[in-house]
Nanobody
Framework: QVQLVESGGGLVQAGDSLRLSCEVS????????MGWFRQAPGKEREFVAA????????KYLESVKGRFAISRDYAKKMVYLQMNSLKLEDTAVYYC?????????????????WGQGIQVTVSS
């Protein structure tokens, strides 16, 4: 069983930065593709960013390209989402997710394990 625990969310102003962290309690961490999703009030959960097991392939939601960066630390079994130049529309609950496959995916249903989610609120 893979457990994912997110941290680092909070309330920030537009233009600020935040770094979300996801701790992965799984000895097979290095073979999982990982991703970040988000869900705003009244909206469906959407893909934000993903990284493959090697960490050399990433994908991003078009609206966050150039502002967000996903990375992973194998020694610490952590996945990060660095969010810069935050906008009001980035406000959502952010979820860390893990696949059982090694490659990168933008498809929500391809992720098997999910964290509990963490709130990110961007104010004007």
């Amino acid at each position: 069983q893979v457990q994912l625990v997110e941290s680092g969310g909070g309330l920030v102003q537009a233009g600020d930065s935040l770094r979300l962290s996801c701790e992965v309690s799984d000895r097979f961490f290095s073979t999982n593709g990982m991703g970040w999703f988000r869900q705003a009030p009244g909206k469906e959960r959407e893909f934000v960013a993903a990284i493959n097991w090697l960490g050399d392939t990433t994908k991003y939601l078009e609206s966050v390209k150039g502002r967000f960066a996903i990375s992973r630390d194998y020694a610490k079994k952590m996945v990060y989402l660095q969010m810069n130049s935050l906008k009001l529309e980035d406000t959502a609950v952010y979820y860390c997710a893990a696949r059982v496959s090694v490659d990168v995916s933008t498809v929500l249903s391809s992720y098997v394990y999910w964290g509990q989610g963490i709130q990110v609120t961007v104010s004007s």
